[in-house]
């Protein structure tokens, strides 16, 4: 099985990346008609949940699940497709503002996939709401992305216009994402040391103590006086 297919048949694919901005920016520019222009094709009509609007080149898309400013789902379809597809965009929170994540599924072949990578590649690296390090995106794996604070990092590109300054008004005014946390350096406690155990000092026990011998009573003898002659005299 190739890089991206899956068992039913078909081959998935998904890019993303992540931005100095709030979701609501990212929503605007990525899930709006006016945003899909960037990742789908050029829309002119406006999206509703469970409603199908058309784009300029004849797509027919369904508004499968709509939840601004997370998430969008589209099921697209033309007529000279085999089948129809599934387009997805996901707004995460990120410790740096949001990730946009997009993903298809439903391509006919991977030739259709590559070509699909390349193009939201090109889109996500063309929105200039950078988070300050590079990100690599790969077809393979997860997302390598340039460590903060490395000698020799790339400065981040020049914003849209305007772009720096709603993004920062609106992150001092709303932060991060709804999720977020600030990663904040885990306190390890102090080693409290343990007083020395005293050991006890062995129970001497104490020795029995000697029953004292009976005194052994006198015998008196009586004396010459109270004794008595026998008698000479018989009878």
Not at 123 to 142: D, K, P, Q
Not at 190 to 209: C, F, G, H, L, T
Request: glycine share 10%; with cysteine.
């Amino acid at each position: 099985m190739s890089t991206g297919q899956v068992a039913g048949g078909g081959y998935q694919a998904g890019v993303r990346r992540s931005f100095a901005v709030g979701s609501e920016m990212a929503w605007a520019a990525w899930g709006e008609a006016s945003g899909l222009v960037r990742w789908v094709g050029a829309c002119a009509q406006a999206l509703t949940e469970g409603e199908q609007v058309a784009l300029v080149d004849g797509t027919r898309i369904q508004v499968v699940r709509q939840v601004p400013p997370k998430q969008l789902r589209l099921r697209l379809e033309r007529d000279e497709w085999p089948r129809a597809r599934t387009v997805q965009l996901r707004v995460l929170p990120s410790v740096h503002g949001v990730t946009v994540a997009l993903h298809a599924e439903g391509l006919p072949d991977a030739d259709t996939r590559e070509a699909l990578l390349a193009r939201w590649t090109r889109a996500l690296e063309g929105w200039s709401a950078f988070s300050g390090r590079t990100v690599e995106v790969t077809r393979e794996g997860a997302l390598t992305r340039e460590p903060p604070g490395k000698k020799g990092a790339k400065k981040p590109p020049s914003l849209e216009q305007g772009l720096a300054e709603q993004g920062a008004a609106l992150l001092k005014k709303h932060g991060p994402a709804r999720g977020t946390k600030k990663a904040v350096a885990t306190k390890q406690p102090r080693a409290v040391k343990k007083a020395p155990v005293v050991k006890k000092a062995p129970v001497v026990k104490k020795a029995p103590v000697a029953k004292k011998a009976p005194v052994a009573k006198k015998t008196v003898k009586p004396s010459r006086a109270g004794r008595r002659k026998p008698s000479g005299r018989t009878k």
